[in-house]
């Protein structure tokens, strides 16, 4: 599988001669030195919160309080103190995403539409103007899903959009991270999103399948609706990255650890995820490799026991195409590759792979993409398969009506799904709705 990355990664390091012609010239390379000296500025507070909702469908603008009236200015201003933490620093998000799925033939027998929401409340602050605590960032996200998990409903091993899950109120991330002006290093301790640093597909990250960004294989990721307390260092080297965490393994024995605190950490079960990258970054494209293990026991499909398990992955992504003039549209291909213990877990194998076209139309607020996931099911003794693996091809276009909402169609084709032979192939229309509110 990674010989397959090796053969492709020049491909799509390289574009197109066509698209080479018609793309902005390409940014210049940097000397070490400066690359180093980028390297040692702290992310925007914008792009913290982009990788924090990376697959939320952010609308361009919010609604705006002042033109809804007294009712709305209290309920949107939160009766005045949101634009009081704004003043001081505090930058704050709150998203509400809505999935409505119908599915048009094939799979299970099963009510359409299914509904399900999503709210997403963020609050991040910069400790330099206040505390005069230089390179300081806290971080800290409520989630409210209400509705049904029409993955589970529909049957599929892999999830139809990445904010199904089951009914939950939590606060899914709170953390603090130090950043080292000298040398770019980047520190974060606390309830943590493992996706937004590791194993993410930044290209893929507008579709509404789950599995185009972040496989399935790593399946105890600690991510979106199970984040856990850690610890994970980013380092900067030049135009490359090396990172690396450690997590709460709780989620291997069962415990729902996006609704949890600390505990497991220092109390039984004492599991342990653990998670390293190294990443290259270039002119519109990106590399990155990496491996993770998790300490817990588990049961194989064929009952024997097996202490620990992990896993290998691989994320390529390139712009293809890229306007005359800056903004006016770029084509981004992504490939996706991943391996686990098919003794253990159901998916073993995994290939993703597309093409997705922002700012599709003058205006800047159109995207489109069209990717399959394809899921290589585990062929052992007691797993339960009679398909060798589930695909998924997506094609959804966005588009924002209004600057504070998004709407995106979403049409999906899932072949053999469950890889259960007695299911017909599916065909999924969904249709979502962000809201910045």
């Given amino acids: 599988m990674f010989q397959l990355l090796l053969t492709l990664t020049p491909l799509l390091a390289s574009p197109p001669r066509a698209a080479q012609e018609t793309s902005a010239a390409p940014a210049p390379e940097l000397p070490d030195a400066q690359a180093a000296e980028g390297a040692a500025t702290p992310p925007e507070l914008d792009e913290v919160v982009g990788a924090e909702l990376r697959g939320r469908d952010r609308p361009s603008g919010v609604l705006d309080a002042e033109e809804r009236g007294p009712v709305g200015r209290a309920l949107l201003e939160w009766g005045g103190l949101r634009p009081y933490l704004s003043d001081r620093g505090f930058e704050m998000e709150v998203l509400y995403t809505v999935d409505s799925s119908w599915l048009a033939s094939g799979a299970v027998e099963e009510d359409n539409p299914l509904t399900r929401g999503l709210l997403d409340a963020t609050f991040t602050y910069r400790t330099d103007p206040l505390l005069g605590w230089s390179g300081g960032t806290f971080h800290a996200g409520f989630q409210w899903f209400h509705g049904v998990d029409a993955s589970t409903r529909y049957g599929v091993v892999q999830p139809i959009t990445n904010i199904d899950a089951e009914r939950r109120t939590q606060l899914g991330r709170i953390w603090f991270e130090q950043h080292f002006a000298s040398s770019g290093t980047r520190l974060r301790l606390g309830k943590i999103d493992a996706n937004s640093q590791f194993a993410f597909v930044d290209g893929a990250a507008s579709f509404l399948h789950s599995s185009m960004g972040v496989s399935p294989t790593v399946f105890l990721l600690p991510t979106y609706p199970d984040s856990a307390f850690g610890l994970t260092i980013v380092q900067p080297i030049g135009r490359a990255s090396l990172s690396a965490g450690v997590f709460d393994g709780a989620l291997a024995s069962g415990v729902r650890t996006g609704r949890h605190g600390p505990s497991t950490v220092f109390e039984s079960p004492s599991e342990a995820f653990f998670i390293g990258e190294a990443a290259w970054g270039w002119d519109g494209g990106r590399l990155a490799l990496g491996a993770w293990r998790s300490t817990a026991e588990f049961t194989r499909f064929d009952g024997a026991p097996e202490s620990g398990t992990g896993g290998l992955y691989a994320v390529a992504e390139q712009v293809v195409w890229r306007a005359a003039e800056r903004g006016r549209g770029e084509c981004t291909t992504f490939l996706q590759l991943g391996s686990a213990d098919g003794d253990i877990t159901a998916i073993d194998e995994h290939l993703g792979f597309g093409l997705a076209w922002s700012d599709a139309v003058e205006g800047g607020t159109h995207s489109a993409g069209l990717g399959v996931s394809r899921a290589g099911l585990s062929s052992a003794t007691g797993a339960g398969f009679s398909e060798a693996a589930e695909t998924a091809i997506e094609l959804y276009y966005g588009f924002e009506p ?29 249709l979502r709705a962000t809201l910045a509110l």
């Fill in 402 to 430: 209004v600057e504070w909402l998004r709407l995106k169609p979403d049409l999906q084709f899932i072949a053999d799904p469950g890889g259960d032979a007695a299911l017909e192939d599916a065909w999924i229309l969904s």
